[in-house]
């Protein structure tokens, strides 16, 4: 099941998604102070492209830098969490869009504050780091 709402999800929202965290990430990286956010919108874009099956979980080991990382990155994740409702809206006018919809709702938090979480496979526990 998870595998076919990935595949609906790819094409419906995640390449869209995915486009919005490649440039929001690009335009992070033009600044030296913005590489750490930029790499992190681009760990994010993955799993946005692809994200059933995957959660993400606030890291144990964060330290304070992701604090001040996520407070500089609030203007970036405004842009993204405004793609998120948007989509969210088109895929609402569906039926079958609602679930992914609401998948894409879910999916706010992480755009608003990426330092300090970590992405985990819900299938196997196997973590990986977005920043």
Do not use: Q
């Not at 990426?114 to 920043?131: L, N, Q």
């Amino acid at each position: 099941m998870r595998t076919l709402l990935n595949i609906i999800w790819f094409f419906f929202a995640g390449i869209g998604l995915w486009f919005s965290y490649i440039l929001v990430g690009a335009l992070a990286c033009l600044t030296i102070i913005g590489i750490p956010a930029g790499i992190a919108c681009f760990r994010i874009g993955n799993f946005a492209v692809w994200p059933f099956g995957r959660e993400v979980v606030a890291d144990p080991n964060a330290g304070g830098w992701s604090l001040l990382g996520n407070i500089l990155w609030i203007p970036f994740g405004l842009i993204l969490s405004i793609a998120h409702v948007v989509t969210a809206f088109t895929l609402a006018i569906t039926i079958i869009g609602i679930p992914l919809a609401w998948a894409n709702l879910k999916l706010i938090p992480v755009s608003m504050m990426p330092m300090g979480k970590i992405i985990v496979d819900s299938r196997h526990g196997r973590a990986s780091a977005i920043s």
